[in-house]
């Protein structure tokens, strides 16, 4: 067992706060998986101990000065769950008997499951700071619309008006963004809800967009409507066949196969345990692959 050595730590703080908390966990696992001669092997080579030397969380917090997580909730200088491996070592290399090693070890499973727990609210914050990060370029992106006179729509990179601009309009407006549509492209319209957008060119219709209750409008609702996709694209890659595919989630690959027809599993790596999580745009796209792969199956199902 290559066991976690001091560089280790200062390396994985030095790229951030998850990777601190991963190194740790890999150290404690260490310890908990030791077998009671390796341990006492590890101890006296000084190649395992309790001490912050080893903890990539201590080597974090000193190196950013912020306060390492885990003292978040305590106040203190460490965990009730860190003291409790401090004491049960102590004691196991006091006297190295079977029960001391096993009340070691328990110990250092509870530190594990505590430092999953930390590293699931991180990666979650995670995703939170990016998503925050994504709508506040969005926003400064709105910001730069260039603005235009509505008398004789001149418009400058500069936003200087003309001078008929200047001598015949009131205001100024921002440019009318409106998305271009294609047939069958589906989404939604704050005021109008669910709609689908029909093209006038191919279908004779009442208005170019039919609404969830049955209805049409005719009015020009683009400019705030947010599309979801188009229902021939999805007919089409619905159609196709597909009985496994992976996806990547923040913390590990994880695997969706089709099994014998009747299940769907989702396979993780065995040494991944906590909260999987995915941005939204790979949520949508896991949840038509996986109705391709419900239909792949009903349609085995019907040769039969």
Same mark, same amino acid.
């Given at each position: ?22 190194? !740790?966990?890999?150290? $404690?696992?260490?310890?908990? #998986? ?6 006492? *092997?590890?101890? %006296? ?49 006091? #006297?190295? =008997?079977?029960? +001391?090693? &096993? ?20 990666? *979650? ?5 990016? %998503? ?14 260039? &603005? ?6 001149? @418009? ?11 001598? @015949? ?7 009318? %963004? %409106? ?8 989404? $939604?319209?704050?005021?109008?809800? @669910? ?9 004779? +219709? ?23 996709? +188009? ?18 989630? &923040? =913390? ?29 745009? !790979? ?12 239909? &792949?199956?009903?349609?085995?199902? +019907?040769?039969?």
């Amino acid at each position: 067992m290559n066991l976690i050595t001091e560089q280790d730590a200062k390396q994985a703080a030095e790229q951030g706060l998850i990777p601190a908390i991963k190194c !740790s966990i890999l150290h $404690h696992e260490q310890g908990r #998986d030791m077998e009671l001669v390796d341990l006492l *092997v590890a101890i %006296k080579e000084g190649k395992f101990g309790t001490s912050d030397e080893y903890c990539a969380l201590c080597k974090w917090e000193k190196q950013n000065r912020n306060k390492c997580p885990l003292k978040l909730d305590c106040g203190g200088y460490c965990i009730g769950e860190w003291f409790a491996i401090v004491d049960s070592l102590t004691l196991f290399q006091l #006297d190295p =008997s079977n029960a +001391n090693h &096993t009340a070691f070890l328990k110990a250092e499973s509870k530190m594990v499951a505590r430092l999953e727990a930390e590293l699931a609210k991180a990666l *979650v914050a995670e995703i939170e700071e990016f %998503k925050a990060k994504v709508e506040a370029e969005k926003k400064a992106k709105e910001k730069e619309v260039k &603005t235009q006179c509505t008398a004789c729509k001149f @418009n400058s990179g500069d936003k200087t008006p003309c001078q008929y601009c200047n001598d @015949n309009c009131s205001r100024f407006e921002p440019e009318e %963004k %409106k998305p271009e549509l294609r047939h069958g492209d589906y989404g $939604h319209h704050p005021e109008y809800g @669910n709609a689908v957008f029909i093209n006038p060119a191919r279908c004779d +219709n009442k208005g170019e967009f039919e609404l969830e209750d049955g209805g049409y409008c005719s009015i020009d609702i683009r400019r705030d409507f947010v599309i979801f996709g +188009n229902i021939f694209d999805d007919l089409k890659a619905q159609g196709e066949d597909l009985e496994e595919f992976e996806v990547k989630s &923040t =913390s590990s690959l994880i695997r969706f196969v089709q099994d014998q027809g009747v299940f769907i599993d989702m396979v993780v790596p065995e040494d991944n345990v906590g909260t999987f999580s995915f941005p939204i745009d !790979s949520v949508e796209e896991i949840g038509h692959k996986l109705i391709r792969m419900a239909r &792949t199956a009903r349609k085995k199902q +019907n040769k039969k």
